[in-house]
């Protein structure tokens, strides 16, 4: 299918294209009202539903925009080409993926990535933010999480949208993740009806590149800082100890890997209780001591530490933990169970 098939094909599920990239407007009649084509809140852009005349074609009152849903969806999504444009139009389709250009060996995977991160929004009040309190996690609304509503999720030659969230890995300070900082992104499809990851064989992926890297959250470059694996055990901990820094790793090699940013001189290591987990943490503290850092090593109860929210409660994780950064304060390596 061509461009202009495609416009078509958009043009006879028009309510439907308005219902997810228009999601502040509403019905009005024949017609789908915004206040512009970026999704803003208003009555000054007018999208076609039905006849009479071509439905999905769209003018904006106060700007003289206008165009079809393929134009709307590249706007409306921040698809930075025609081409991005047409993937984000078959998927919302259900259509094959555009077959890869013969250049296709240099698609920048970082630069993916952040132009995903830009089409995202803000976790606050999304069903990203519901999947992560469904998971006892109160403390989430970081700049460094965002919410994707209809993120295509491909599997083969199956695609499907879903809800996501989207974090940003940086390999500087995540407060304030800007498109430059951004390395990569990492993705958690998310069930469209319930808090909970979507029913797909892997509902986690990452994007770009995120080796070594880390997901931040909180001010940065702390005199100690709280790394451990994986966004979810990690924030357990931030909602326990809302006034810590600390940095997710995606997995238990990445946490391996993983280099303390400049003025940290205290580093807590929360690793999963597992012997993959376990070999991270001691790989890690041997790179913090040949970097001058003291390395403490916090082991949970159960798999991991969003397990022991879920179980104790964030006040009782706080009790056992609190102590423990408060020790940390002090030299050397040590594991505490």
Not at 65 to 84: C, K, P, Q
Not at 111 to 128: G, V, Y
Not at 183 to 209: E, I, M, N, Q
Request: glycine share 10%; hydrophobic share 45%; with cysteine.
């Amino acid at each position: 299918m061509n461009a202009t098939a495609v416009a078509a094909a958009l043009g006879a599920r028009a309510e439907e294209v308005c219902r997810r990239y228009l999601p502040h407007g509403r019905k009005h009649g024949r017609y789908w009202t915004a206040g512009d084509v970026r999704g803003a809140r208003g009555r000054s852009l007018f999208v076609r539903l039905a006849p009479p005349g071509v439905p999905g074609k769209w003018t904006d009152a106060a700007t003289g925009e206008h165009g079809d849903l393929l134009d709307l969806i590249r706007i409306a999504s921040g698809a930075g080409s025609l081409r991005a444009a047409l993937a984000e139009a078959r998927a919302f389709l259900s259509l094959p993926p555009m077959p890869l250009p013969a250049n296709a060996d240099s698609y920048d995977r970082t630069e993916a990535a952040r132009s995903l991160w830009q089409r995202c929004r803000a976790i606050d009040s999304t069903h990203a933010e519901a999947y992560l309190r469904a998971r006892g996690i109160d403390r989430c609304r970081f700049p460094a999480l965002r919410f994707h509503p209809a993120l295509y999720y491909r599997d083969g030659l199956v695609v499907r949208r879903l809800p996501a969230l989207v974090a940003a890995v940086t390999d500087a300070d995540g407060e304030r993740p800007g498109r430059a900082a951004v390395t990569g992104v990492h993705r958690t499809w998310l069930d469209p009806k319930l808090p909970a990851k979507a029913p797909v064989a892997r509902p986690r992926k990452a994007l770009g590149r995120v080796h070594g890297l880390a997901v931040r959250f909180g001010n940065p470059a702390p005199p100690t800082l709280l790394v451990g694996e994986g966004i979810e055990t990690v924030l357990s901990i931030v909602t326990a100890l809302p006034d810590i820094a600390a940095a997710a790793a995606l997995s238990a090699g990445s946490l391996g890997a993983f280099a303390p940013p400049p003025g940290v001189t205290r580093l807590v290591v929360a690793r999963d209780n597992d012997p993959e987990g376990k070999r991270a943490a001691e790989r890690l503290g041997r790179r913090c001591a040949q970097a001058g850092v003291a390395a403490h090593v916090i082991v949970p109860e159960r798999a991991d530490f969003n397990d022991d929210l879920l179980a104790l409660g964030s006040a009782a994780l706080a009790a056992r933990l609190a102590p423990l950064f408060r020790f940390a304060g002090e030299g050397g390596q040590h594991e505490w169970g």
